[in-house]
């Protein structure tokens, strides 16, 4: 039905920059919000970034300042610009959307296969 793909993990070393894309394809009515969630190993899965349709953005205390969100609604992708990164920084980052298909009248969530983030100190 739907697939979200990301782009752009690696590694860096500390005080570098990544940029994370995530492309969402298949019978897409609408998408609302779009975020990025992170997991480091042995911790749980938290929030980094989110964009809704229209309104503010949200960012984690821990990358604000430092990672930019943006979307691209014709091409349905979400991007995370990630600057001066960190080790505490090295995780798994998920895509995420909120997706209401075609035809459909109510939304389902959307997650992506995760990209590795690794920074080296």
């Known amino acids: 039905q739907v697939q979200l793909v990301e782009s752009g993990g690696g590694l860096v070393q500390a005080g570098g920059s990544l940029k994370l894309s995530c492309v969402a394809s298949?019978?897409?009515?609408?998408?609302?919000?779009m975020g990025w969630y992170r997991q480091a190993l042995g911790k749980q899965r938290e929030m980094v970034a989110r964009?809704?349709?229209?309104?503010?953005?949200n960012y984690a205390d821990s990358v604000k300042g430092r990672f930019t969100i943006s979307r691209d609604n014709a091409k349905n992708t979400v991007y995370l610009q990630m600057n001066s990164l960190k080790p505490e920084d090295t995780a798994v980052y998920y895509c995420?959307?909120?997706?209401?298909?075609?035809?459909?009248?109510?939304?389902?969530?959307?997650w992506g296969q995760g990209a590795q983030v690794t920074v080296s100190s």
């Open positions: 995420n959307a909120q997706i209401v298909l075609t035809g459909a009248s109510h939304e389902l969530d959307y």
């Open positions: 298949g019978y897409i009515g609408r998408i609302n919000q």
């Open positions: 964009m809704p349709s229209t309104g503010s953005t």
